[in-house]
């Protein structure tokens, strides 16, 4: 039985990346990416990126892509409050991999990050992050406040104890709630009550952090309590996804805002995988703007802000 549905899972995911291949979700690739962020950045709206690569894909590949993405953000943002999100997976853990990303970024004064997976890599992220660390130290000097960053989600109990080491190595935190569940049920908690916990954290511990949600409620309970103990909160949104109301939250509290850009071939494969995985959300106002050209979501939200 069981490998009558993972045959079926395997044929439904090989259709639609056959799908994804003639209907292309923008950006699909680094230099439409890269276009886009620049565009957002000179309406003085911050970003990041990140690739949304296939299983196999060429590490080394990924590497040029995203170096190509930092020079181009280098010389388009004088302020050069940009990062990348690294997804460690797609890098295969390796250190040569990350590192070689990293040296750019830093050269062109950017900040990395390494985004979440699934919970079995959590520990390998965390390990690659530290071996980063060792290698290029904190640079005390640089002009920005951090130049590492982790996600980490609200739904598994070890994001508190990840939590923990980020703040004791200076790491400057994006909060999710997080698309991936535990492997034991016993390693959760409530994505909604976790989330709040991880802001209780690191509010006072920390300079700033980062709310990575389109939860209005969530954010704006996140905000206040991170305010009322003098931290810097920063709201990202995922670009593509509905955000009007986000937007308006983050204007009504004064908090910057960051968009977080992804590009690749799979990003049709991201978009309807998180719709089965939430099918509540397929009923809110403005989701088809997941579908949407890059141009329109681009134009949309610039309007807005």
């Known amino acids: 039985m ?9 044929q439904v995911k090989r259709a639609v990346y056959g799908f994804g291949k003639v209907f292309k979700v923008r950006p699909s690739n680094y230099s439409e990416c890269a276009s886009i962020c620049c565009k957002f950045q000179q309406s003085g709206i911050l970003t990041t990126t990140g690739k949304f690569s296939q299983a196999g894909e060429d590490p080394a590949g990924i590497v040029n892509e995203y170096q190509r993405i930092s020079d181009i ?38 900040a990395v990050h390494f985004d979440s997976h699934e919970h079995i890599d959590a520990e390998p992220t965390i390990q690659l992050l530290a071996q980063l660390m060792e290698r290029f130290g904190l640079e005390k000097d640089t002009r920005k406040e951090w130049r590492y960053g982790l996600s980490l989600p609200s739904r598994w109990k070890r994001s508190l104890r990840d939590a923990r080491w980020a703040i004791d190595n200076h790491v400057m935190p994006r909060l999710i709630k997080g698309e991936f569940k535990a492997k034991q049920i016993s390693e959760e908690m409530d994505p909604h ?7 209780d954290l690191f509010a006072g511990e920390v300079s700033q952090i980062t709310i990575a949600t389109h939860d209005y409620d969530l954010a704006k309970e996140a905000i206040f309590r991170t305010k009322k103990m003098g931290t810097q909160v920063q709201m990202e949104l995922l670009f593509g996804m509905p955000c009007a109301n986000m937007i308006s939250l ?6 910057p ?42 134009a949309r939200i610039i309007n807005n802000v």
């Open 257 to 298: 805002l960051r968009f977080y850009v992804p590009y690749g071939d799979t990003l049709l494969v991201y978009g309807i995988h998180h719709l089965l995985t939430h099918p509540h959300k397929i009923f809110r106002p403005g989701i088809l703007e997941l579908f949407t050209s890059g141009k329109s979501k681009l």
């Open 250 to 255: 983050s204007r009504q509290e004064g908090i």
């Open 73 to 110: 953000l280098s010389k388009d943002n004088s302020d050069n409050d940009f990062y990348l999100s690294l997804k460690p997976p797609a890098l295969l853990f390796d250190l040569e991999f990350a590192a070689s990303i990293a040296s750019t970024a830093f050269n062109n004064n950017q």
């Open 2 to 10: 069981g490998q009558i549905k993972n045959g079926l899972k395997f």
């Open 193 to 199: 009550r976790g989330f709040l916990t991880l802001v």
